[in-house]
């Protein structure tokens, strides 16, 4: 990435020119200052606050349980952080579907409470009046479609989507809908990589893959697995850049050591 591109705010209409360029772009999850702020830094080009906080932060199995107010409580304090990388924030289970009234009132709580950038919703048909609603009222929306864990106990498994073609056809169909509505990206989750080419390459806003393939205009990856702090969680799509659980229990076990020897703080280390 050139300095100029690393300086450069990230905004919907640069997400577009950079698919238009052949540009890849990069996505991150972050929930906390501390590590948006390392996210930003880095370059990344999109930090999603993702629901996946209900997992990693707070431990729920499913991403259901976190409501609107934990979710504005996390991008408050990535926001804060961030000084170029474009922040997005999904719109919990429960906010959104079924009532495209309530899914603007709560899109405009996230924006309002947060300076966010955008919001982003899982689904096609079944929630484009809120998609519409929301994008009538000038907030940016980006789409969800393949594996929606808000979905989870619909599906009643995290195995890969689409495969057949009936559902492919239907996901394109979503796709082109979602664009069509004025969504400025659209995320595909746990899709075959070549149902995933063909849609990058029917649509004209950016395609952003996970579990993918890399036909896709960018990938995102929840920050607490591509680290390696949830060491449990070993999908076929996740790269392992670093292990931090084994980092941080190391530094840990010792701190623990040192204070029971007595060993920690020494005479440098005191006042």
């Known amino acids: 990435m050139s300095v100029e591109s690393k300086l450069r705010a990230v905004t919907t209409y640069r997400l577009i020119e950079m698919k238009q360029s052949g540009e890849r772009i990069s996505m991150l999850t972050a929930y906390d200052y501390s590590t ?9 080009d999109v930090i999603l606050v ?28 990535v926001r804060r952080a961030v000084r170029r990388a474009l922040v997005v924030v ?7 579907q079924g009532n495209s009234k309530h899914a603007l009132a709560s899109a405009v709580r996230i924006m309002k409470e947060t300076e966010a950038d955008a919001v982003k919703i899982e689904g096609g048909k079944e929630i484009i009046e809120s998609v519409e609603r929301i994008l009538c009222a ?3 929306v980006m789409g969800h ?6 979905s989870i106990h619909k599906f009643g498994t995290y195995a890969v989507r689409a495969k057949e073609e009936a559902e492919a056809e239907k996901l394109l169909g979503d796709a082109r809908l979602l664009e069509q509505a004025g969504c400025f990206a659209v995320v595909l989750e746990k899709i075959p990589a070549v149902l995933a080419r063909r849609v990058a390459q029917q649509v004209s806003i ?24 949830t060491n449990e969680f070993s999908p076929r799509f996740l790269r392992r850049y670093a292990d ?5 229990t190391d530094a840990f076990e010792r701190y623990s050591a040192d204070v029971k020897s007595g060993s920690f703080p020494n005479e440098s280390e005191s006042y």
Request: no cysteine.
């Open 90 to 96: 999904d719109l919990p289970f429960g906010t959104y």
């Open 145 to 150: 479609l393949g594996l929606t864990p808000q």
């Open 36 to 44: 948006a702020r390392i996210v930003d830094a880095a370059g990344v």
């Open 244 to 248: 931090l659980h084994g980092v941080m």
């Open 206 to 229: 950016p395609v952003i893959g996970i579990g993918a393939g890399g036909g896709v205009d960018g990938q995102v990856l929840v920050v607490h697995d591509m680290l390696g702090i």
């Open 50 to 77: 993702g629901d996946s906080a209900a997992n990693v932060m707070a431990g729920y199995e499913t991403t259901l349980p976190i409501t609107l107010d934990e979710m504005i409580y996390h991008a408050r304090s």
């Open 138 to 140: 000038g907030i940016p």
